[in-house]
């Protein structure tokens, strides 16, 4: 039985976290924590008492991180997240919207002080739920409108969004991971709390209206991808569940409309106002 409880909203998704013990809410969530009483998610925190055995091999395994199958239940296992009676943190996701994360009893500690629970959640899986996902990006808001600056690390997403930030007064909404939306006809740019090293997370959504792939160059120029090479490098950039067929099928799907109703731009640029000043001449003919 639940003796703490909390509820935060990502991406316009009430969560709710039940624990069996008092525990410190993490800092990446707390701008998102929210009153709302009735959760679309929930997911029920355990104590694990001893390390969990499967009977069969993972149907995916990585450097810290191995995904099992069991009768149409999917549990991640976190091997990083290793106790010192060798239990491991786990996540599984029902389909019901009810999940469970398995904590290590002897590891309690840590989260009864503080230790992250946002990189427990799936969230890739739990956002595709809802019609969204994963997006390595910034995002900022100009003119009441979202542009993403999407990549690889090292490519110039933060230096294009503080430069909007500074010469075309645009907030920065997230630094690291946007989680994009689906609702209706449009898709929607979210802060999230997957903001890596930039520390920059809000608790805001924006319509999006470009997305721009940075590079660095010797000079500025802009050009607009057709939609095939678009798909193709936007999805580079997300976090993807390939052992789950199901998953890649729809997120493919949102990835081909993402394309075809927003603009997706490759930007060789400087890092200097004159690149801020060709995209939104672009994006907004210079109003």
């Not at 969530?29 to 959760?39: E, G, I, N």
């Not at 395994?61 to 999917?74: D, E, Q």
């Not at 106002?273 to 995209?279: I, N, Q, V």
Request: glycine content about 8%; proline content about 7%; aromatic content about 10%.
């Amino acid at each position: 039985m639940s003796s703490f409880s909390f509820a935060v909203e990502i991406a316009g998704i009430p969560i709710a976290f039940e624990a069996p013990r008092p525990m410190a809410i993490p800092p990446e969530l707390q701008p998102f924590l929210t009153d709302c009483a009735s959760a679309q998610e929930v997911y029920e925190i355990r104590l694990l008492h001893e390390p969990m055995v499967f009977h069969s091999a993972p149907v995916y395994k990585a450097t810290g991180l191995a995904v099992y199958a069991c009768g149409g239940t999917s549990y991640r296992e976190f091997l990083h997240l290793r106790a010192r009676d060798g239990s491991t943190a786990l996540c599984c996701l029902g389909s019901s919207g009810r999940h469970t994360l398995y904590i290590p009893e002897a590891d309690w500690a840590r989260y009864e002080r503080n230790c992250s629970l946002s990189a427990l959640l799936a969230p890739e899986a739990l956002f595709l739920r809802h019609d969204g996902f994963l997006l390595h990006s910034s995002v900022i808001r100009a003119k009441g409108r979202g542009i993403l600056f999407s990549g690889p690390s090292g490519v110039g997403k933060s230096t294009q969004a503080e430069l909007w930030q500074l010469h075309q007064g645009a907030e920065i909404l997230n630094g690291d991971r946007c989680v994009i939306r689906k609702l209706g006809d449009r898709f929607y740019g979210y802060g999230s709390p997957y903001c890596g090293s930039s520390g920059i997370y809000r608790r805001e959504q924006v319509p999006i209206c470009a997305i721009v792939l940075p590079l660095h160059a010797p000079e500025n120029r802009l050009e607009r991808l057709k939609p095939d090479a678009a798909l193709r490098r936007l999805y580079r950039e997300c976090l993807v569940n390939l052992w789950d067929p199901a998953f890649m099928s729809k997120l493919l799907d949102l990835l081909q409309e993402l394309v075809l109703r927003v603009p997706v731009y490759a930007l060789s640029c400087r890092p200097d106002a004159r690149a801020t000043e060709l995209l939104e001449q672009e994006i907004f003919g210079g109003k």
